[in-house]
């Protein structure tokens, strides 16, 4: 995914008058724009997908204030919409056995067998699946490998 893409995704979404889908995409080439002028540099495939997740991870916290608050139902049901548009643009996330296997592979590639090594395989974990899991997950996983 690059920059062309999200400029052709913003004409698409244009023509048929998506205007959540316009303004979340907008959103996310304003956040490509700034972070390629201050590493004066364009973004590469993975760095564009990083700016995705920030733009969701935002997203879907203004979503849980609002909700929280509750007195604005169309706001809400606005940013719902933003989330799931920008879910459909995110890899579907490493989960349940495929996780577990990366996890059980990691810890006796890496001979982890104490707790202390949990930072290490955690992130070896992350790293190999390129940040597309519930780190919290991995976290929870990896604690009940270790003794």
């Not at 690059?2 to 998506?18: G, W």
């Not at 879910?87 to 006796?108: C, F, S």
């Not at 395989?121 to 490998?145: S, W």
């Amino acid at each position: 995914m690059d920059k062309r893409f999200i400029t052709v995704e913003i004409t698409k979404a244009m023509r048929e008058q998506d205007k959540p889908r316009l303004a979340i995409l907008r959103l996310v080439k304003n956040e490509i724009d700034i972070r390629e002028k201050e590493t004066k540099r364009e973004l590469a495939g993975d760095e564009v997908l990083s700016v995705f997740k920030k733009v969701l991870k935002q997203t879907g916290e203004t979503l849980e204030g609002s909700i929280k608050v509750g007195t604005n139902a169309e706001r809400t049901a606005l940013l719902q919409e933003q989330v799931d548009i920008l879910n459909g643009y995110l890899p579907k996330p490493i989960a349940g056995d495929e996780l577990v296997a990366i996890i059980d592979r990691v810890v006796a590639d890496g001979g982890f067998t104490e707790k202390r090594d949990m930072g290490k395989a955690i992130g070896l974990v992350v790293a190999e699946t390129g940040g597309n899991c519930d780190k919290a997950e991995v976290a929870r996983i990896v604690g009940a490998r270790l003794s």
